[in-house]
Nanobody, 124 residues
């Protein structure tokens, strides 16, 4: 079984940057596509970004395109989400997720395992 642990969340001001990290404990990390989703209070969980097994293909939600960058380091079993130009509407719990396929996925339902989340709060 694969376990995921997110870190790097916090309280920042609008316009600031954060980098989230997700460390995977499994032995097949390099074969799996990974993603980031987020959930704001009272809202459904929504897709944010995804990266394929090699890091050569990425996809983003329209709301974060041009501001967020997803990357991975397979030697460290870690995926990252660089978040720039943060806005108050980015405030949410951010979840790292994985799937047992190498190709990217744009729906939360297409992910097979999840971390416990890290809180990101952006003040105006």
């Amino acid at each position: 079984q694969v376990q995921l642990l997110e870190s790097g969340g916090g309280l920042v001001q609008a316009g600031d940057s954060l980098r989230l990290s997700c460390a995977a404990s499994g032995r097949t990390f390099s074969n799996n596509a990974m993603g980031w989703c987020r959930q704001a209070p009272g809202k459904e969980r929504e897709f944010v970004a995804t990266i394929n097994w090699s890091g050569g293909v990425t996809n983003y939600a329209d709301s974060v395109k041009g501001r967020f960058t997803v990357s991975r380091d397979n030697a460290k079993n870690t995926v990252y989400l660089q978040m720039n130009s943060l806005k108050p509407e980015d405030t949410a719990v951010y979840y790292c997720a994985g799937r047992f396929h190498g190709n990217t996925a744009l729906r939360p339902d297409d992910y097979h395992y999840w971390g416990q989340g890290t809180q990101v709060t952006v003040s105006s």
